[in-house]
């Protein structure tokens, strides 16, 4: 429901109720008894306020409460060790500043300008991250932590003249914390070894900066040409923030050509041509981790990755009737 409380002024919120029943019943291949029953309801309310400045601006803030349910493999494929999966609870706080603008001049007539920065702060509770670890299937496994957070800003911009030619950016930094984290490392028996010692680690596969730009023109009737450069910052495999298992930063280039063509027995005929990774760059975008005390007590850690592709191309034929 939206309010309008002044002219400038608006409300609004809304609430959600949701009801999940579980049961599953049997064993797996291996022979575990994946029997299991759970029941939940979810009560997930949202309230935020809008304030018109003028000019295009805008500023916002906002509360939302969020609770998720374990998928099946939560319950199935727990990681040896862990307690029954519980569902996660999430309180969102956000609030920003958006300006958006269609008429102005400083890079010629009809100049469109868009820009919006939000800040956030996420807390959980029990929130379900992955342990860098897969099933015999390839599917990854998650555990529930305690107490954890996100928080960080999203800075997004755009900008075109004359449709011409636009720029695009969008810019992610943030702190992803797991709070009182106990690794578990496993012994030569594969009996869980806790930690005793808890400390503050940053969750598995959640960079601190990520980034998208996309340069696009126009340079004759029908032709358009973009460049799409994406960063990713480094990423953690597991939880315990170890430098060994971890993927380095990396970035890529893409370029797009399109050309559209008008013939008179149909709409249009698109020709259209992407070249992934134009500077043929070697990296690494995901991968996994397991470590165990080997017999001698030292603890032994393998990583696997995977690497991504170097320079390909995708051509394709769109036509529209």
């Keep these: 429901a939206t309010y309008q409380v002044l002219p400038w002024l608006g409300v609004y919120g809304d609430m959600q109720v949701r009801r999940i029943v579980y049961g599953i019943d049997g064993v797996e ?5 994946v ?3 759970a029941n939940y309801t979810f009560f997930n309310p949202k309230a935020g306020i809008t304030a018109s400045l003028g000019h295009g601006q805008q500023l916002y803030a906002s509360f939302a409460v969020g609770q998720r349910e374990p998928v099946r493999a939560d319950f199935t494929d727990r990681p040896a060790g862990d307690q029954t999966a519980q569902a996660e609870r ?3 706080f956000e609030g920003g500043y958006r300006f958006t603008r269609a008429d102005l001049k400083f890079l010629g007539p009809n100049t469109a300008v868009r820009v919006e920065a939000n800040g956030f702060y996420m807390a959980y509770r029990n929130q379900l991250v ?5 099933n ?6 998650r555990t529930n932590v305690a107490r954890s957070y996100r928080r960080g800003v999203e800075l997004t911009g755009f900008v075109s003249a004359n449709d011409k030619i636009s720029l695009s950016s969008t810019l992610t930094l943030s702190q992803n914390r797991i709070q009182d984290y106990h690794d578990i490392t496993y012994d030569a028996n594969f009996d869980p070894v806790v ?3 808890g400390r503050t680690t940053t969750i598995s596969y959640s960079p601190a900066a990520i980034s ?3 340069l696009e023109g126009q340079p004759l009737k029908g032709l358009r040409l973009a460049l799409l450069y994406k960063t990713v910052g480094q990423q953690y495999l597991d939880n315990s923030t170890n430098e060994g ?3 380095a930063a990396y970035q890529v280039l893409d370029f797009r050509l399109r050309y559209a063509l008008h013939p008179k027995f149909m709409k249009e005929i698109e020709l259209a041509l992407l070249v992934n990774n134009l500077l043929n760059r070697e990296y690494v975008a995901n991968g996994y981790t397991y470590s165990y005390l080997g017999a001698s007590g030292n603890q032994e850690t393998f990583n696997w990755y995977f690497p991504q592709a170097t320079r390909n191309f995708l051509a394709s034929v769109n036509l529209r009737f």
Excluded at 29 to 33: A, G, L, M, P, R
Excluded at 130 to 134: A, C, D, F, R
Excluded at 136 to 141: E, I, P
């Design 29 to 33: 291949d291996d022979q575990n008894d």
């Design 35 to 37: 029997t299991t029953r």
């Design 90 to 92: 999430l309180h969102d």
């Design 212 to 214: 998208a730009h996309t």
């Design 136 to 141: 015999d299937v390839g599917t990854a496994l």
């Design 130 to 134: 992955n342990t860098g670890q897969l």
């Design 245 to 247: 298992r971890s993927i």
């Design 195 to 197: 930690a005793t010692e």
